[in-house]
């Protein structure tokens, strides 16, 4: 069974936390014996460790790449401001003090791009698109989408928000072979010498 992957695009977020809880026990395709996390500043690097040893230690295997960001989460949702019934303006700058709403900074892993840009080489690419599906499928915010071939039949990929939904493959004309009169000709430009 050959399988690969031709589109891909990814806008998947979610906690640090939730990609390290995933992978301590995963469900791991056959080809992928663990996948290795590194981090290195403000990228997450997950790198595919093959079962198989007839793929070299040399070989570069697939990896999927996410960008860590910080974002404040808020215990619960801030109110909206109410009107106060006296004490001008002082008397509301010190209601306003009183309510701090709780909040805590938490670092999330960003798989946002194409396919060069989250999923990188292509030993073992396929396996661990599949382990990308995975993280997609307990991410709380963001889209997967992609077109790949299982057995030389095309099919199409999306899970947003965590859940797999219906998707189909349409082709369309490409932007790049519509050259309309509308652009600036570079080559014949008088104005460049």
């Known amino acids: 069974m050959t399988s690969r992957v031709y589109r891909l695009h990814s806008t998947l977020e979610l906690p640090l936390e939730d990609v390290h809880d995933h992978f ?10 663990d996948v290795e996390i590194t981090r290195r500043n403000n990228t997450l690097i997950l790198s595919a460790v093959a079962d ?3 793929i070299s230690k040399y070989t570069p295997t697939a990896q999927l790449k996410a960008s860590v960001t910080e974002n404040r989460v808020y215990e619960e949702e801030p109110e909206p401001p109410r009107g106060t019934g006296g004490g001008g303006q002082w008397g509301a700058l010190a209601e306003e003090e009183e309510e701090e709403i709780e909040s805590e900074l938490v670092e999330y892993a960003c798989f946002k791009g194409d396919r060069e840009t989250v999923l990188q080489n292509t030993s073992l690419q396929f396996p661990m698109f599949e382990v990308l599906c995975g993280i997609a499928e307990i991410a709380e915010k963001g889209t997967l989408t992609a077109i790949i071939a299982i057995d030389e039949e095309l099919r199409a990929v999306q899970i947003v928000d965590g859940e797999r939904t219906p998707a189909s493959i349409t082709v369309t004309e490409d932007p790049a072979d519509d050259q309309g009169e509308d652009g600036v000709d570079w080559r014949d430009n008088e104005f460049i010498h």
Do not use: H, M, T, V
């Not at 301590?24 to 014996?33: T, V």
């Open 24 to 33: 301590d026990d995963p469900d791991l395709p056959e080809a992928i014996d």
């Open 52 to 54: 198989d040893e007839s």
